[in-house]
C-alpha cells in the first residue's frame, strides 16, 4: 500500500529538549516536504527536498533542521523546541512528472505539544 | 502574506444541492492547482487539480474551475452529500516559485443530511 509514515502521532515534550519526527515514504517520490498546520494560518511549508542531499527552506524553517540522506526518509529535527512550536506537523511526498511535481500524499499528522 | 486565501471559513449545504468553495491567489506565477480534503484526525488527501492550461477539470462530482485572469479557482460538488463534510484546502505551486506548495486557511464544508 502506497503510503507516507510519521512516526510519533502525538508527542508532548519540554522546552529545550532536542527531538525528530520521522517521516517515510514507500513511493519513490522525489519531493518531500514538512507542513504545519494552525488555526487561522492552513498548512504553512516548512521545509521541502526535490531529492537526495537537496533540501530548501520553505515559508517557517525558523528553529527547524531537516535531512534527506535517503529518498525514502525526511525527518523533521527541532534542536531547541519553544511553545511556539507547538503544532500539527505533516509530512508529504509528491512525484516529479515532466518537470513539475504532482499531487502530494500526506501522513497522516504529528500533534506536537511543547511545554 | 497569504499568496492563497480561502476567505470563507466555513461553509453548510444542504444534501443534494450545490457546494462552491472558492479560493483566490495573488501571485500570477502559479501554474498548477490543487484542492485537498482533510478529515479530523488524518492528513489531507488529494481531490483534484488543474493546470493553468485549462479553465475547467471534472472528475465525478468534482468539478474546479480556474479564472486566470481574476486569480480565482473554485471547486464544485455536485450532488453534495454527507461524506463530503471536511475541511478543503486549496493549494497552488509553480516551477518559477521556488518549487514550494501554498496552501490556502481551508474552508470546512457542511452537509446536512
Same mark, same amino acid.
Given at each position: 500500500e502506497a503510503q507516507v509514515t510519521q512516526n510519533p502521532?502525538?508527542?508532548?515534550?519540554?522546552t529545550g529538549k532536542k527531538l525528530t519526527v520521522t517521516c517515510?515514504?514507500?513511493?519513490?517520490?522525489?519531493?518531500? #516536504?514538512?507542513?504545519?498546520q494552525d488555526p487561522g494560518l492552513g498548512l504553512r511549508q516548512i521545509?521541502? #527536498?526535490m531529492n537526495v542531499e537537496v533540501t530548501d527552506k520553505g515559508d517557517v524553517p525558523e528553529g527547524y533542521k531537516v535531512s534527506?540522506?535517503?529518498?525514502?526518509?525526511? /525527518?523533521?529535527?527541532?534542536? #531547541? /523546541?519553544?511553545p511556539n512550536q507547538t503544532s500539527l506537523y505533516f509530512c508529504a511526498s509528491s512525484r516529479l512528472l515532466d518537470s513539475s511535481f504532482t499531487e502530494a500524499f500526506f501522513g497522516q499528522g504529528t500533534r506536537l505539544t511543547v511545554v | 502574506d497569504q499568496q492563497v486565501k480561502q476567505n470563507s471559513p466555513s461553509l453548510s449545504?444542504?444534501?443534494?444541492?450545490? #457546494?462552491?468553495l472558492n479560493c483566490d491567489y495573488t501571485n500570477s506565477m502559479f501554474d498548477y492547482f490543487l484542492w485537498y480534503k482533510k478529515y479530523p484526525a488524518e492528513g489531507p488527501t488529494f481531490l483534484i487539480s488543474i493546470s493553468s492550461i485549462k479553465d475547467k477539470n471534472e472528475d465525478g462530482r468534482f468539478t474546479v474551475f480556474l479564472n486566470k485572469s481574476a486569480k480565482h479557482l473554485s471547486l464544485h460538488i455536485v450532488p453534495s452529500q454527507p461524506g463530503d463534510s471536511a475541511v478543503y484546502f486549496c493549494a497552488a505551486s509553480g516551477l518559477n516559485t521556488g518549487n514550494q506548495f501554498y496552501f490556502g486557511t481551508g474552508t470546512s464544508l457542511t452537509v446536512i443530511p
Amino acid at each position: 500500500e502506497a503510503q507516507v509514515t510519521q512516526n510519533p502521532r502525538y508527542l508532548i515534550t519540554v522546552t529545550g529538549k532536542k527531538l525528530t519526527v520521522t517521516c517515510s515514504q514507500n513511493m519513490n517520490h522525489e519531493y518531500m #516536504s514538512w507542513y504545519r498546520q494552525d488555526p487561522g494560518l492552513g498548512l504553512r511549508q516548512i521545509y521541502y #527536498s526535490m531529492n537526495v542531499e537537496v533540501t530548501d527552506k520553505g515559508d517557517v524553517p525558523e528553529g527547524y533542521k531537516v535531512s534527506r540522506k535517503e529518498k525514502r526518509n525526511f /525527518p523533521l529535527i527541532l534542536e #531547541s /523546541p519553544s511553545p511556539n512550536q507547538t503544532s500539527l506537523y505533516f509530512c508529504a511526498s509528491s512525484r516529479l512528472l515532466d518537470s513539475s511535481f504532482t499531487e502530494a500524499f500526506f501522513g497522516q499528522g504529528t500533534r506536537l505539544t511543547v511545554v | 502574506d497569504q499568496q492563497v486565501k480561502q476567505n470563507s471559513p466555513s461553509l453548510s449545504v444542504q444534501e443534494g444541492r450545490i #457546494s462552491i468553495l472558492n479560493c483566490d491567489y495573488t501571485n500570477s506565477m502559479f501554474d498548477y492547482f490543487l484542492w485537498y480534503k482533510k478529515y479530523p484526525a488524518e492528513g489531507p488527501t488529494f481531490l483534484i487539480s488543474i493546470s493553468s492550461i485549462k479553465d475547467k477539470n471534472e472528475d465525478g462530482r468534482f468539478t474546479v474551475f480556474l479564472n486566470k485572469s481574476a486569480k480565482h479557482l473554485s471547486l464544485h460538488i455536485v450532488p453534495s452529500q454527507p461524506g463530503d463534510s471536511a475541511v478543503y484546502f486549496c493549494a497552488a505551486s509553480g516551477l518559477n516559485t521556488g518549487n514550494q506548495f501554498y496552501f490556502g486557511t481551508g474552508t470546512s464544508l457542511t452537509v446536512i443530511p
